[in-house]
């Protein structure tokens, strides 16, 4: 069958749309505007207008989009990050342009999306900071209980060991936000903008009562504040923890909030935990991260079974 010589109108529409002469600084304020409407957190947001700030240090905002191909993206902006920069970091700005094309492409801003045939860099496994259990006893034990302070520290430190919150994530609790009776957290914006109720344990429960309790009534909403009612901030919170640590004799690994968070995953793994349930306790939006977990601590729980076989102990 002959095909006909009109196109439809919708096929003219998009062929305009495509060939509207857009800059890359101005595919960067499209997807800023579509990040921002699907409502992002703001640590989200910030991470991705990084990478492309990364990106424009290299390739000037003024060229056109349409003229931008993968070796250019190779060629001037990759290959001296390759020079430079770890992996992980390379491989992150990889993902933000590859997303950003993907919104142009959607938008019939332009019609390929170069970025998908950039090249990633091997990343070799990563080892991530954690502590033992008797190490975060040894934290726990050099706090002043007494204060008000020190049981605000044991409570926010234990949050974090407990529910593998990031620190941003704790720091934005809200009084209103603790169900003691259930034992959650209600309604927690992640890292990808996702809403979530997190569970906690009956300990963290008792010790969140505790200090709720003498947490009293501030104008502030914050959970966790400073004793003139005020919320505390990040690189308070960071000084803290790092002081502890180093009164508490901990060598040998940084502890630091996101300690915490690798903890927990290296008990749960340790312990035999299911992993599909560390990755929803984790929030991580695949089992990559997962997996890493394991590759790591795997040796671990070869040593604990040889310690603790029966067969091996008879």
């Not at 390379?90 to 492409?105: A, D, E, M, P, S």
């Not at 957290?185 to 300990?203: A, L, Y």
């Amino acid at each position: 069958m002959r095909r006909t010589n009109r196109l439809e109108d919708q096929q003219v529409v998009g062929l305009q749309q495509i060939s509207t002469a857009i800059t890359l600084g101005e595919a960067i304020k499209v997807y800023e505007t579509h990040l921002k409407r699907r409502n992002v957190s703001s640590y989200t947001l910030q991470h991705e207008m990084d990478n492309l700030r990364a990106v424009v240090k290299r390739m000037p905002k003024d060229t056109l989009l349409l003229d931008i191909s993968t070796e250019d993206l190779e060629k001037q902006v990759f290959d001296e990050m390759r020079q430079k920069l770890k992996a992980v970091t390379i491989n992150g700005r990889i993902k933000t342009i590859r997303r950003l094309f993907k919104v142009c492409v959607e938008l019939n801003l332009c019609s390929v999306n170069v970025a998908n045939q950039l090249t990633k860099v091997i990343e070799h496994p990563q080892s991530f900071p954690s502590l033992t259990l008797e190490q975060f006893k040894k934290i726990l034990s050099v706090i002043d209980m007494h204060t008000f302070t020190g049981l605000r520290d044991a409570v926010m430190i234990s949050t974090m060991y407990d529910t593998a919150l990031r620190l941003r994530e704790t720091l934005s609790l809200e009084v209103s936000q603790v169900d003691l009776d259930q034992r959650f957290f209600r309604k927690v914006p992640g890292k990808n903008g996702k809403i979530e109720d997190i569970p906690f344990s009956r300990k963290l429960a008792g010790l969140l009562k505790k200090y709720l309790d003498v947490r009293g009534e501030f104008s502030t909403t914050a959970l966790f504040v400073t004793l003139d009612g005020k919320p505390i901030q990040r690189r308070t919170v960071q000084d803290r923890i790092h002081n502890l640590g180093k009164l508490a004799g901990i060598e040998g690994v940084r502890v630091s909030p996101h300690t915490f968070r690798h903890s927990l995953a290296r008990e749960w793994v340790l312990n035999g935990g299911d992993p599909y349930v560390l990755q929803r306790v984790m929030r991580h939006s695949n089992m990559d991260m997962v997996r890493r977990y394991i590759h790591l601590w795997g040796s671990e729980i070869q040593e604990q079974h040889d310690k603790f076989s029966p067969l091996e102990n008879m």
